[in-house]
């Protein structure tokens, strides 16, 4: 009889003493008080207002309270011993309208909470843009407005000078490819637009935004660790056909090369790998492919699963459809999305193959799957599990000598998931919704002792 494998622990100093723990995020998903302190309308605030945009018409108008009750889990997050925290700023908190007048109210709540991180040893990692354009400049196009990346600018130019004397750690954009296709092309998302024009569009202004605003934190904070964030994913093929495999690398080039490469400089890809990308010429300026580069200190790579990718004549643009991972019969988790640890191996190593780039950071990982309270706890054991063997993965990279030095969890508590609603958790901490009453999860509870133990 063979003996059960057991996986060897982990230890945190595996990782090197200068590696970066931490947990992500987001300001909708979180903070609630929709219109509290003058605060405008965001793409999000409109779309959840909308009947059945959002799973059981879910909305995030209290969502976790953390406007409010931001002070609760900053003490949780003391307790377990997390030294970095990554939130988003809300564009319209700051700048109601998205441009012109600045809402000081928004303001004195963002400095207290950066105080606050601070005075309780916590270190503030800010995202710029994590997906809510403000509604007033969504009226005027939005992201398809090239005048979107002026808007931005001045955002950005806002948030450095008040953040930046305390603010290290900046992040510009947030999964690109996410809030583009999902919300410009596919319309599943705020602002709900469809069409390859809208996409198009949005993803050149986005890319250009990403390199201008990181000009003016660089100019603004001269000392900053500046990054920004990408979504990838694992792409296979469904079979070792010929069409499966092409498929498979159009799927790839979309996901997982065509918003990195600009900003290393070297432009869009190829349209041998991804024929649609001819489409983007009408919207590239003059000088556009060399604003776009920008020298980051780090790349985030957010990673959570892997796709089986065969050919399909009936998907257009790319011409390729998902097996779904239910139809594979694998484990999945509440999201449908596959378990497969080795995905954010492979991510790490296809990031780390570019030499311009200097540093990799996870900056987001994590599973949703149904928590239930019993007596008191949440004992979510496939979380942990999942954590640990994501860990495990990028240790081996590591290892072998990719450059990937930090690791953020998403999420610090259970949120508002986007089109999921409250349906999906991902927490650390289980938030009851009814009551904002928190508890530490099992998986929260191994990830404070492997921060503190260790």
Not at 19 to 29: E, K, S
Not at 81 to 101: A, D, K, Q, V, Y
Not at 152 to 180: A, I, L, Q
Not at 397 to 402: N, P, Q, T
Request: charged share 25%; proline share 4%.
């Amino acid at each position: 009889m063979s003996k059960r494998h057991i996986e060897p622990e982990l230890h945190k100093g595996q990782f090197g003493h200068d590696f970066m723990w931490g947990v992500a995020t987001a300001a909708f998903q979180i903070e609630g008080a929709h219109d509290a302190d003058d605060k405008g309308l965001s793409i999000w605030d409109v779309f959840t207002s909308k009947s059945g945009r959002i799973k059981g018409n879910h909305h995030a108008r209290t969502a976790c309270d953390f406007y409010n009750s931001y002070h609760i889990d900053v003490a949780l997050m003391k307790r377990m011993g997390i030294p970095n925290f990554r939130f988003s700023l809300s564009w319209t908190r700051i700048m109601p309208s998205g441009t012109g007048e600045v809402s000081q109210n928004g303001i004195d709540y963002y400095n207290r909470l950066i105080d606050h991180l601070l005075e309780n040893g916590i270190e503030p990692w800010v995202t710029l843009y994590h997906w809510d354009m403000p509604h007033a400049l969504d009226v005027r196009g939005g992201w398809t407005n090239r005048e979107s990346i002026d808007w931005f600018k001045d955002y950005v130019e806002v948030c450095t000078k008040h953040f930046g004397d305390r603010v290290k750690n900046w992040m510009v954009m947030n999964e690109p490819s996410v809030f583009t296709g999902a919300g410009y092309f596919l319309g599943i998302h705020a602002p709900g637009r469809r069409g390859l024009a809208s996409y198009l569009k949005a993803v050149h202004h986005v890319t250009l935004s990403t390199a201008e605003g990181a000009r003016i934190v660089r100019a603004n904070v001269p000392d900053a660790h500046l990054g920004t964030t990408f979504s990838c994913t694992q792409i296979e093929p469904y079979t070792q056909h010929e069409k499966d495999i092409a498929a498979a690398n159009r799927v790839h080039t979309l996901l997982n090369r065509a918003f990195v490469e600009p900003i290393l400089g070297l432009g869009y890809p190829d349209a041998a790998d991804l024929p649609v990308i001819r489409k983007m010429e009408p919207y590239i300026q003059p000088g556009d492919i060399e604003k776009m580069a920008f020298d980051f200190d780090f790349v985030g790579i957010q990673c959570y699963t892997r796709e089986i990718v065969k050919s399909s004549f009936l998907t257009p643009y790319v011409g390729a459809a998902l097996v779904k991972a239910e139809k594979r019969r694998v484990m999945t988790t509440e999201m449908g999305w596959e378990v497969h640890p080795p995905s954010i191996y492979h991510m790490i190593k296809h990031f780390d193959a570019y030499p311009q780039i200097k540093n990799i950071l996870v900056t987001e990982n994590g599973a949703a799957f149904p928590d239930a309270v019993v007596e008191g706890k949440v004992y979510d054991l496939r979380r942990k599990d999942y954590l640990q063997s994501h860990l495990r993965q990028l240790l081996k990279a590591k290892e072998e000598g990719a450059r990937v030095n930090g690791y953020f969890v998403w999420s610090l508590t259970d949120n508002f998931e986007w089109a999921e609603g409250y349906h999906a958790r991902f927490g650390l901490i289980y938030v009851d919704f009814e009551t904002q009453q928190r508890i530490v999860k099992h998986s929260g509870e191994w990830f404070a002792e492997f921060l503190q133990l260790n």
